[in-house]
């Protein structure tokens, strides 16, 4: 029992050690899985642009780099994770035989009987059986918890867009104002997107914008609905700031249709 009582702290020692060096490297495995599965999306979707501009190649050396991330990811992880079997069967055979010999000593001496070796070792293995079952229990549940981590992150992932207390429900005209709007995709860039951006358009009217690709055309639309907030100045829609509107009501006023038009099954 002595000998039972101090193998088993061993391995729940053996498991948090394992556990806290597993518990990291699986976050890492599954970053590597986002490179991977974002590499192949875009390999994917611009499988057009990687033809016309004979970039196969560099989109294949790209897609090693990461498929060799996640194996040396997966390698490193696995090769902690599988420690934990062969720890397990050392110490419970380590404590096995320990009860056989303190046994066999007693039974020579005729201080124990084999039945009641043979019951205590019986028990013994179903305990330490169990325990190391457990333990692949709380590796997979690390993995788990790794995974169910990152999909929290991104279902407590806060918009960007805050809508007033009190919003405005209805948009009286279609009269568009841009009042020295700048806009840029992320906070501190070097450029802005759009720069300055002085425009009136009263309700009715129709305006055209003309611009080279890139040049922020469909940018200075998706800030009318909202899509996007202007990082300076102030965009109105009927008179009023876009950000002063129920964000449903505004893009409900307002009609765009996409250079890009998706179809959507049904």
């Not at 729940?12 to 490179?35: E, F, M, N, W």
């Not at 390999?43 to 642009?49: E, K, N, P, V, Y």
């Not at 066999?104 to 169990?130: D, P």
């Not at 909202?226 to 008179?239: C, E, I, N």
């Amino acid at each position: 029992a002595l000998i039972f009582v101090i193998c088993a702290p061993i391995l729940g020692i053996i498991l948090a050690l394992i556990v806290h060096k597993v518990g990291p490297l699986y976050s890492r495995q599954q970053t590597a899985v986002d490179h991977l599965n974002r590499q192949i999306q875009e390999s994917l979707t611009g499988i057009r642009a990687v033809k016309a501009f004979v970039r196969g190649d560099f989109e294949e050396a790209q897609f090693q780099q990461v498929s060799q991330e996640l194996t040396d990811a997966s390698r490193t992880t696995f090769q902690n994770a599988v420690l934990n079997l062969p720890a397990f069967q050392l110490v419970m055979y380590s404590c096995v035989v320990l009860i056989m010999w303190f046994g066999g000593n007693l039974i020579m001496a005729g201080e124990m009987k084999v039945g009641e070796l043979t019951g205590f070792l019986s028990y013994v293995l179903q305990v330490m059986n169990s325990l190391m079952m457990i333990s692949n229990v709380f590796l997979l549940l690390t993995r788990s918890l790794t995974s169910a981590h990152r999909i929290g992150q991104v279902l407590e992932e806060a918009p960007d867009l805050e809508e007033p207390e009190d919003p405005v429900q209805e948009v009286p005209d279609g009269s568009i104002d841009f009042d020295c709007v700048s806009f840029q995709y992320q906070a501190g860039s070097k450029k802005y997107a759009l720069r300055d951006v002085e425009l009136r358009i009263r309700a009715g009217e129709t305006v055209g914008i003309l611009g080279g690709t890139g040049s922020a055309k469909s940018t200075l639309v998706q800030l009318i609905p909202r899509l996007y907030d202007a990082s300076l100045g102030t965009v109105r829609v009927g008179g009023r700031d876009v950000r002063e509107y129920d964000l449903k009501a505004l893009r409900d006023a307002v009609a765009i249709v996409l250079q890009k038009n998706v179809l959507f099954s049904g």
